[in-house]
């Protein structure tokens, strides 16, 4: 009888099952995988098809960065200009594109906390590096993929809610085409300050989560190493009466991303430090982590 | 291992490998796995001292108590580590950061290696994702039919039995279809079915021209696997091939054999005069007879039985077990 349930007459045959066959499929390359290692960073961190619990957090943080944007436009919206009429600001900076990033620092690097925590510690604490590096993933590729992935869930929290802003400043503007072409380089300003935020918490998330089998540890450990440092570095400068002291700020991992998008922005960095000392503070940190972070990897395989 | 053994088996390494079907015999022409005088070091631990072997396709096992150098043989072949001097080859080509070769091997570690939040579907397609295959689940659906995990396909791995989760890694492994299978304790947890489900597996690939290389140090296991070993004993490699062909080689120690035969106490009492006798039990239907020299027992034997006018049912050896081998060379 076959799956029809139809008796199958005498001297006839029928096939039901020509066993296993072979992949035939297109293969890809070195890019097919990342792209898979970055995808699943991504959906890890967000708690995509994990239970509830895992996504209440990273969607409370990403609203959190998207509150100032929706609130602005969201009162411009509902009440108009008017309802900002009293402050002596103009309406489209209540809110400052250039203050966005020092407003959204703090969520931003809890997120990092928790997205470099998931993106790298499960894999070492399920022992599972050795089947990523006998794919098609060296040490250094694997890392740059999971880099990658959490430098995207970033992008979404530094690039979207400030971006969302700078719309909707458009859109609601009197003459949008004029507005527009006076503030283009805000565009630019927005995904480089943007980036630079993300790749620079993302180095540190990394760099700390990648010597720790434990998700809790790894994010304890940075928050604590970034609240620790910003506030020596604050104190230094508030408290030493010196020209030098100021420069204690480059050592403030809060800072010195935000000092990047203000310089971007043209607008004065946090207490006066050239903008150039905020970038060049912000490649060599972010290189050294990767670097750091680099070593541990290629060290011990598994 | 004593000393004298070690420079026995060293002096009949040439012999050994010429002769051992399987290996330099069968597929001296393209080993498919290759280490050529490979040392490997970790500060001043010694893994591995000069090994050098080449297998083929088949089913081979590596054998070797704990910390002999099997996981650092499995590290090397899959690139996970560099040798400290010598060279590894699989298939034809060096193996470290060679993307394009790890397209041909298969990976079951020891270790855990599974992601508890997956399903299975969804582990083998990530698997199948990272070798680069364009259609992952239809590749992960074969590779979970291959281990008969079809009814467990959407299950999460979290609520796997341990031998589940050793076939889930196995299915991983073999997603993209590899030539050469690099196997670590694959049957660690399965069930005496999983377990012989498994080997048919590992035979019905071998069959098909994959390389499979099994660590394992349950010789019972071992054994069913086939007859080809490698057999590493502190770092170093103490024997390779077929085992019962070792077993041929171990010709410092005496061989135990069965004569289940009419007569026994008559047949003993001859036998126990041959030279190289060196012990005869007498059974209600057989005889057990120790003897150093094989070839006059073989002859002496029929001869023996003539003499008495005893039929003989079987004459069989009692000590060319796997384990009665790996005994002798880790001792």
């Known amino acids: ?47 995509f098809r994990r239970p509830t619990s895992a996504k209440i957090f990273p969607l409370f943080l990403l609203l959190g960065c998207f509150a100032p944007a929706l609130i602005v436009l969201g009162v411009r919206l509902l009440v108009g200009g008017q309802a900002f009429a009293r402050r002596s600001v103009p309406v489209d900076q209540v809110v400052p594109l250039w ?47 999971r880099v990658a992935g959490v430098v995207l869930v970033l992008c979404v929290a530094t690039i979207l809610p400030p971006l969302l802003l700078w719309t909707g400043n458009v859109l609601l503007a009197d003459d949008p085409w004029s507005y527009l072409a006076g503030h283009i380089g805000q565009f630019w300003a927005i995904l480089g300050a943007g980036f630079a935020l993300a790749l620079f918490d993302a180095a540190i998330g990394c760099a700390v989560a990648g010597f720790s089998e434990r998700k809790a540890y790894a994010a304890g450990a940075l928050l604590g190493g970034v609240i620790a440092l910003t506030t020596v570095a604050e104190t230094t400068w508030r408290s030493v009466h010196a020209d030098w002291s100021r420069y204690a700020l480059l050592f403030a991992p809060l800072r010195v991303p935000v000092g990047v998008g203000n310089w971007l922005f043209g607008h004065t960095t946090p207490a006066a430090v050239a903008g150039a000392w905020y970038l060049a503070a912000l490649v060599v940190v972010t290189i050294l982590a990767l670097a750091i972070i680099e070593r541990a990897y290629a060290a011990v395989r598994f | 291992m004593n000393g004298e053994g070690k420079i026995l088996l060293e002096a009949q390494k040439t012999a050994r490998i010429a002769a051992l079907p399987g290996h330099a015999g069968e597929h001296a022409a393209a080993p498919t796995i290759t280490l050529d005088h490979v040392s490997k070091w970790f500060g001043e631990k010694v893994a591995l001292s000069d090994v050098s072997f080449a297998i083929g396709p088949g089913v081979t096992t590596l054998l070797g108590p704990n910390g002999a150098g099997k996981s650092t043989v499995l590290k090397l072949l899959t690139g996970q580590l560099r040798p400290s001097s010598g060279t590894v080859r699989v298939l034809g080509q060096p ?46 659906l074969r590779a979970i039919a291959l281990v008969g995990l079809n009814d467990a396909a959407e299950r999460r791995l979290d609520e796997f039995s341990k031998g589940m989760r050793q076939r889930a890694k196995i299915a991983q492994a073999l997603v993209h279809e590899p030539e050469v299978l690099i ?28 390389t499979i290389l099994v660590s394992t140090h349950v010789l019972a296991e071992a054994e069913r696997m086939g007859r080809n070993v490698l057999v590493l004993v502190d770092g170093k490699l103490a024997a390779e091939g077929d085992f019962r062909r070792i077993r041929d080689l171990m010709n410092d120690r005496p061989r135990r054999m069965r004569v289940r035969c009419e007569r026994p106490r008559e047949l003993a009492a001859l036998l126990v005069r041959e030279p190289g006798t060196s012990e005869v039990r007498v059974q209600p239907d057989a005889i057990e007879v120790e003897t150093a020299d094989l070839r006059a027992f073989a002859l002496a034997v029929p001869r023996a039985a003539r003499t008495v006018g005893a039929r003989l049912y079987a004459v069989e050896p009692l000590d060319e077990s796997l384990e009665s081998v790996f005994r002798y060379l880790v001792e």
Do not use: K
């Open chain 1, 99 to 145: 203050r966005y990033f020092d407003l959204i620092a703090t969520l931003v690097m809890v997120l990092t906390a928790l997205a470099a925590s998931e993106a790298l510690c499960p894999d070492r604490r399920q022992r599972v590096l050795p089947l990523y590096y006998a794919s098609l993933l060296t040490p250094r590729l694997y890392l740059a993929a």
């Open chain 1, 1 to 47: 009888m076959n799956d029809g349930g139809a008796v199958i007459g005498r001297g006839e045959g029928r096939i039901l099952d020509r066993g296993y066959q072979h992949y035939e499929g297109r293969r890809y390359g070195v890019p097919w995988a990342m792209r898979a290692v970055i995808l699943g960073t991504v959906q890890r961190s967000l708690g």
């Open chain 2, 95 to 140: 193996v470290i950061d060679n993307l394009p070769l790890y397209r041909r091997i298969g990976l079951v570690p020891e270790q855990e290696s599974v992601y508890g939040f997956l399903t299975l579907r969804e582990f083998v397609e990530l698997a199948a994702r990272l070798h680069g295959l364009a259609r992952p689940r239809e590749a992960a």
């Open chain 2, 183 to 210: 196997l670590d304790e694959p049957l660690t947890g399965a069930d005496p079915r999983q377990r012989l489900e498994l080997i048919a597996l590992f035979e019905r690939l071998a069959e098909q021209g994959a």
